[in-house]
């Protein structure tokens, strides 16, 4: 007589490591959006972008690192074999990623602070902390930037969906420009939170999209003001609070935007260490993962949007900085339908 | 034949409107809270009733009242509500003041209120007087209860809380109702649904409350002066007068005699103390203000209703409020008088970040700790690229 014997079922893991040096400060992580692409690109404080291969169960190498020298702001994937990032020492460079060369495009007269890419036309998008905004063209070299606008105060976000560019500036003012024609903005208004923007992020249809502030606050803004109905759906919520021992609401700022790019929803990273997704259509919050070591520096969803990288770095924001200092990581976590999908 | 032309004349014209119909334009009724009585409707063109006349026809009662016999005593309370009424229907708006002068005359005569103390129909008079006495509605039914009349009234005291929750004293709505119970008002029935009814409301502000914190707003916004909110259940909201309760401009000053009135003792007799002050004739100061309250500055006034803690009441909520200070605050226009001490605040709200972050963003922060970062200086340790130079 046979005997059957039960199955057991092991819950597998959804949170995998990258190997990432922990005591560097991570300013950014970005996955590829070339469709079928499994790349991931990361840039830190100690003056290196590293690309890695993220496999579907775990499988994470480091592909290849380029060093650059100093601190690293910023950094972006441009078409599907080049990266390039910038920093504190002004410049832009970009770097192949199959042969491992690196070139310079230019400089801004201060700090690169965000970068962006135009897969449409090919064209890079940086801003700097000398308030202006180049255009470089990822597939010739050495002609400069192609063109530049300055707005009216040092870039702190940024963010470029199709031929629109969205810049938040640290008077916090929010610029919107098309790539084709720079010289004059589209829209200017102002931040609807009434603290330093943090982070200014399209919505994937391009109808509207989301601005985060260090007061824990995220607001929903649309890109088309006519009208008394589009006035009316704008709103803001509060986030990232926690209460204190004695009762006091601690309020942590909300520091990366990332849009899940099929189905809209979004997820905020805030200096609390927590990773919440929002369903933005029904104002209501889908998730919240656990706790992570230290603040949320970046997140960035792959191009199917099942896999979110979560880069976690201290970013010196407490009065008294902890002893030791916590340690950096960058963790990729698989994204499930019901945990994306606005309800 | 030429039409003749029209020339004006003083002559009354041949209107199609009848004089019964004065009554169908519904901007000439003027509502009370009571109604009107129909025939106060009809129109009388030859009567114009103006303060004057107010007081002389209450002198004109108040002597005739004096000269009726024995025999026809229980009339005279109600030609004194009918005299109410009257002035209700004649001088309905603007006249407050006026109207809370003689109704003090009223009750100021020799015996009036010891003769109808248990007279359910003084309920209206206690009524009159505490809807026009300029916010002082707590201090005219304290003052009704000081002098024994309807001690044992429910009604009344079911009056007297609302208007005192009105006010926004929530508490103190409370303690009426209990003084309700210990004086034996009856029926009592009328103090349990009154206690019910208190008891709700509170449960609904609450929720309301409740439901309102999610949308508050971080930082304060400006509202309307008549909008602000109390501090605490001990403190009545500010009370603004309308233009058209200003608009009285008498200058007499209000004096009565009270050297006939007798003194009474305090409302219970057997040892217990009161739950709140009661005031009696020993506080000739306070008769005086309750007098004389329309004689305060008219724009904006608030004051602090008596605090008293007594735990020998069973079931009563005693508060321990902190010390209140009340100054007035001086200005060109009016005064004000304003509240000062820390009450029961909200959790407060603050940033967990560094204040030099208001400013400066997170990178440039960081940036200005170069070339002594920590990154950096783990990095240059792992290198010890000798050729470059930081």
Same mark, same amino acid.
């Given at each position: 007589?046979?005997?059957?014997?039960?199955?057991?079922?092991?819950?597998?893991?959804?949170?995998?490591?990258?190997?990432?040096?922990?005591?560097?400060?991570?300013? #950014?992580?970005?996955?590829?959006?070339?469709?079928?692409?499994?790349?991931?690109?990361?840039?830190?404080?100690?003056?290196?972008?590293?690309?890695?291969?993220?496999?579907?169960?775990?499988?994470?190498?480091?592909?290849?690192?380029?060093?650059?020298?100093?601190?690293?702001?910023?950094?972006?994937?441009?078409?599907?074999?080049?990266?390039?990032?910038?920093?504190?020492?002004?410049?832009?460079? &970009?770097?192949?990623?199959?042969?491992?060369?690196?070139?310079?495009?230019?400089?801004?007269?201060?700090?690169?602070?965000?970068?962006?890419?135009?897969?449409?036309?090919?064209?890079?998008?940086?801003?700097?902390?000398?308030?202006?905004?180049? &255009?470089?063209?990822?597939?010739?070299?050495?002609?400069?930037?192609?063109?530049?606008?300055?707005?009216?105060?040092?870039?702190?976000?940024?963010?470029?969906?199709?031929?629109?560019?969205?810049?938040?500036?640290?008077?916090?003012?929010?610029?919107?420009?098309?790539?084709?024609?720079?010289?004059?903005?589209?829209?200017?208004?102002?931040?609807?939170?009434?603290?330093?923007?943090?982070?200014?992020?399209?919505?994937?249809?391009?109808?509207?999209?989301?601005?985060?502030?260090?007061?824990?606050?995220?607001?929903?803004?649309?890109?088309?003001?006519?009208?008394?109905?589009?006035?009316?759906?704008?709103?803001?919520? #509060?986030?990232?609070?926690?209460?204190?021992?004695?009762?006091?609401?601690?309020?942590?700022?909300?520091?990366?935007?990332?849009?899940?790019?099929?189905?809209?929803?979004?997820?905020?990273?805030?200096a609390d260490g927590i990773v919440n997704i929002w369903d933005p259509f029904n104002r209501k919050r889908i998730i919240q993962l656990h706790k992570f070591e230290t603040s949320i520096s970046s997140l960035s969803f792959n191009e199917d949007g099942s896999q979110l990288a979560i880069a976690t770095s201290y970013q010196y924001e407490k009065e008294i900085d902890p002893s030791p200092l916590p340690n950096n990581s960058i963790t990729i976590r698989h994204i499930t339908d019901p945990e994306s999908r606005p309800k | 034949m030429a039409e003749e032309p029209y020339v004006f004349t003083l002559k009354k014209r041949n209107n199609d409107d009848a004089e019964d119909d004065w009554d169908r334009y519904s901007e000439n009724v003027r509502p009370t809270r009571r109604g009107r009585k129909i025939d106060a409707l009809k129109r009388n063109v030859e009567e114009v009733v103006t303060e004057e006349t107010a007081r002389l026809k209450l002198d004109q009662l108040l002597e005739e009242l004096q $000269?009726?016999?024995?025999?026809?005593?229980?009339?005279?309370?109600?030609?004194?509500? %009918?005299?109410?009424?009257?002035?209700?229907?004649?001088? =309905?708006? +603007?006249?407050?003041?006026?109207?809370?002068?003689?109704?003090?005359?009223?009750?100021?005569?020799?015996?009036?209120?010891?003769?109808?103390?248990? @007279?359910?129909?003084?309920?209206?008079?206690?009524?009159?007087?505490? @809807? $026009?006495?300029? +916010?002082?509605?707590?201090?005219?039914? !304290?003052? =009704?209860?000081?002098?024994?009349?309807?001690?044992?009234?429910?009604?009344?005291?079911?009056?007297?809380?609302?208007?005192?929750?009105?006010?926004? =004293?929530?508490?103190?709505?409370?303690?009426?109702?209990?003084?309700?119970?210990?004086?034996?008002?009856?029926?009592?029935?009328?103090?349990?649904?009154?206690? @019910?009814?208190?008891?709700?409301?509170?449960?609904?502000?609450?929720?309301?409350?409740? %439901?309102?914190?999610?949308?508050?707003?971080?930082?304060?916004?400006?509202?309307?002066?008549?909008?602000?909110?109390?501090?605490?259940?001990?403190?009545?909201? *500010?009370?603004?007068?309308?233009?058209?309760?200003?608009? %009285?401009?008498?200058?007499?000053?209000?004096?009565?005699?009270?050297?006939?009135?007798?003194?009474?003792? *305090?409302?219970? /007799? %057997?040892?217990?103390? !009161? *739950?709140?002050?009661?005031?009696?004739?020993?506080?000739?100061?306070?008769?005086?203000?309750?007098?004389?309250?329309?004689?305060?500055?008219?724009?904006?006034?608030?004051?602090?209703? /008596?605090?008293?803690?007594?735990?020998?009441?069973? +079931?009563?909520?005693?508060?321990?409020?902190? =010390?209140?200070?009340?100054?007035?605050?001086?200005?060109?226009?009016?005064?004000?008088?304003?509240?000062? +001490?820390?009450?029961?605040?909200?959790?407060?709200?603050?940033?967990?970040?560094?204040?030099?972050? /208001?400013?400066?963003?997170?990178?440039?922060?960081?940036?200005?700790?170069?070339? $002594?970062?920590?990154?950096?200086?783990?990095?240059?340790?792992? /290198?010890?690229?000798?050729?470059?130079?930081?």
């Open positions: 007589m046979s005997t059957y014997q039960a199955a057991t079922i092991v819950a597998a893991p959804n949170e995998f490591r990258v190997p990432f040096p922990p005591f560097v400060q991570i300013s #950014k992580v970005q996955f590829q959006r070339e469709a079928g692409s499994r790349l991931l690109a990361a840039s830190g404080w100690d003056g290196t972008c590293r690309v890695y291969e993220v496999g579907k169960l775990g499988d994470i190498s480091e592909k290849l690192v380029f060093t650059h020298g100093k601190p690293l702001l910023t950094c972006t994937f441009a078409g599907y074999n080049k990266v390039a990032f910038g920093g504190v020492d002004h410049n832009v460079k &970009l770097a192949d990623i199959e042969t491992g060369n690196g070139t310079q495009l230019g400089s801004h007269a201060l700090a690169v602070r965000c970068m962006e890419f135009n897969p449409m036309s090919s064209l890079i998008v940086s801003g700097g902390w000398d308030s202006s905004v180049k &255009l470089w063209d990822a597939r010739s070299y050495g002609n400069g930037a192609i063109e530049s606008v300055n707005v009216s105060s040092s870039v702190y976000a940024m963010d470029v969906l199709k031929h629109t560019i969205l810049v938040g500036t640290k008077d916090r003012k929010i610029f919107m420009y098309d790539s084709r024609k720079l010289r004059e903005p589209l829209q200017v208004r102002d931040s609807p939170l009434k603290y330093q923007t943090r982070a200014v992020q399209f919505f994937p249809t391009g109808e509207a999209f989301v601005v985060s502030s260090i007061e824990g606050r995220v607001a929903v803004e649309y890109v088309d003001q006519s009208g008394e109905e589009m006035m009316k759906r704008k709103y803001a919520f #509060k986030c990232h609070r926690e209460k204190d021992t004695d009762g006091t609401e601690l309020i942590h700022p909300v520091h990366t935007v990332a849009f899940h790019p099929k189905y809209g929803t979004f997820a905020t990273g805030g | $000269n009726l016999e024995c025999s026809e005593e229980s009339e005279e309370l109600q030609k004194i509500l %009918d005299f109410c009424s009257w002035f209700e229907e004649k001088l =309905a708006i +603007g006249f407050h003041k006026v109207y809370y002068e003689l109704l003090w005359k009223i009750i100021s005569r020799h015996g009036f209120l010891e003769k109808y103390k248990e @007279d359910e129909r003084m309920l209206k008079i206690w009524e009159k007087m505490a @809807d $026009n006495s300029a +916010g002082h509605a707590h201090d005219i039914y !304290q003052f =009704a209860i000081s002098r024994k009349s309807l001690v044992k009234c429910a009604a009344l005291y079911a009056r007297w809380s609302q208007s005192v929750e009105l006010a926004g =004293a929530y508490v103190e709505a409370r303690r009426v109702l209990i003084l309700a119970r210990t004086n034996c008002a009856v029926p009592i029935q009328i103090v349990n649904d009154a206690e @019910d009814a208190l008891e709700m409301r509170e449960m609904r502000r609450h929720l309301q409350e409740r %439901d309102s914190d999610d949308d508050e707003e971080e930082e304060e916004t400006r509202k309307a002066f008549t909008n602000l909110p109390v501090i605490g259940d001990n403190h009545t909201v *500010p009370i603004v007068r309308l233009p058209s309760m200003c608009s %009285d401009t008498t200058k007499k000053a209000m004096k009565f005699d009270t050297g006939n009135v007798e003194r009474v003792n *305090p409302v219970c /007799k %057997d040892n217990q103390m !009161q *739950p709140f002050e009661v005031l009696s004739y020993t506080d000739a100061d306070d008769v005086e203000y309750l007098r004389n309250v329309h004689e305060l500055h008219a724009h904006i006034e608030r004051y602090a209703i /008596k605090e008293t803690t007594n735990p020998s009441i069973t +079931g009563s909520s005693t508060s321990e409020a902190a =010390a209140v200070t009340i100054y007035p605050v001086s200005s060109s226009e009016f005064e004000v008088w304003t509240v000062e +001490g820390s009450g029961p605040t909200k959790a407060k709200a603050r940033m967990a970040i560094k204040r030099v972050f /208001k400013d400066l963003s997170f990178e440039e922060y960081a940036a200005s700790l170069l070339p $002594n970062h920590p990154s950096m200086v783990r990095a240059t340790a792992k /290198k010890l690229d000798f050729d470059e130079t930081l």
